[in-house]
């Protein structure tokens, strides 16, 4: 049995072939949740704005333009439903690092372990705006057009974003070393 791409995926579920849609919500939920994990640091807050994420999608599955990208249209919402739940936030919560380092050695680990939480402590004093271009480039390796469709941005935007991201926490980490 062939695969079917998204818009035909999309298409089918609007004539109401729900399994289309579970199928959409395989294809996605992943790279979505890790999106949004990456942005929150929380696994429940992820799982919320996943399921939002898809809730949403769902109710607006019309809107769809076929002659763009699926995975764009969806983490665009995915996008959004993440800085929804940030700003209802207090600031910047403390991250939990539950994933082992699997760097041999105790000084090693404990070195990957500190720069790995210096570095995600700098993420959550920039901007959500500017977080969501360095996840979006550097954690799920998107394009600067896929990134553009993403955040309804020209492409100028968001490289300008990412350099001024990449400043932001450099200077952070920078900060870090010398305290």
Known sequence: MREDDDPTLVRRCLAGDRRAFEELVLRYQRPVYNAALRMLHERQDALDVAQTTFMKAFEH??????????????????VNETLNALGS?????????????????????????????????????????????VILRHVMHLSYQDMADILQLPPKTV?????????????????????
Not at 61 to 78: G, N
Not at 165 to 176: F, I, M, Y
């Open 61 to 78: 599955l019309a809107s769809y333009d076929p002659s763009h990208r699926f995975y764009s249209w969806i983490y665009r919402i995915a």
């Open 159 to 179: 490289k300008s974003r990412l350099y001024s991201a990449r400043q932001l926490l450099r200077e952070q980490l920078l900060r870090c070393e010398t305290v």
């Open 89 to 133: 936030r207090k600031p910047a919560a403390k991250i939990n690092d539950e994933e082992p380092d699997e760097t041999p050695g105790p000084e090693r680990q404990l070195e990957g372990e500190q720069a790995s939480r210096a570095l995600e402590d700098a993420l959550m004093r920039i901007t959500p705006e500017l977080r969501s271009v």
